[in-house]
């Protein structure tokens, strides 16, 4: 039976807001009845070690982006380790759908209260 295990890569340091808003998507998609993990604060880099651990202790098969470019502050491709590994899978990006705008969207409608 397929296993999905959801990363969510968020910066080292961010401000409270922000996380309040990572750890509320967190919440949302741990509940997605597909979804059988969620592995927060990954790194958004993928290096040799956390895909080896990607491979090895959470036993996935393939790492899966969307179609929109994921490039690395120096201009390389987040995933070119994964590609050359024979591991990323792409998938068509649903246009509208991100969860850079859904936690923007927590943040906006939770600011008054943090």
Same mark, same amino acid.
């Given at each position: 039976?397929?296993? *999905?295990? %959801? &990363?969510? !890569? @968020? =910066?080292?340091?961010?401000?409270?807001?922000?996380? *309040? @808003?990572?750890?509320?998507?967190?919440?949302?998609?741990?509940?997605?009845?597909?979804?059988?993990?969620?592995? =927060?604060?990954?790194?958004? !880099? &993928?290096?040799?070690?956390?895909?080896?651990? %990607?491979?090895?202790?959470?036993?996935?098969?393939?790492?899966?982006? @969307?179609?929109? =470019?994921?490039?690395?502050?120096?201009?390389?491709?987040?995933?070119?380790?994964?590609?050359?590994?024979?591991?990323?899978?792409?998938?068509?990006?649903?246009? @509208?759908?991100?969860?850079?705008?859904?936690?923007?969207?927590?943040?906006?409608?939770? %600011? =008054?209260?943090?």
């Amino acid at each position: 039976m397929p296993h *999905l295990v %959801l &990363i969510k !890569a @968020g =910066p080292k340091k961010m401000h409270h807001t922000y996380k *309040l @808003g990572i750890i509320y998507l967190m919440i949302m998609v741990s509940a997605v009845k597909w979804v059988d993990e969620v592995i =927060p604060d990954a790194p958004y !880099a &993928i290096t040799e070690d956390f895909m080896r651990k %990607l491979f090895d202790e959470y036993n996935i098969d393939y790492i899966i982006h @969307g179609d929109d =470019p994921c490039v690395l502050p120096d201009g390389t491709d987040a995933y070119a380790l994964a590609k050359k590994a024979g591991r990323y899978k792409q998938i068509k990006r649903i246009e @509208g759908v991100s969860s850079t705008d859904i936690v923007g969207n927590n943040i906006h409608t939770s %600011l =008054p209260f943090v």
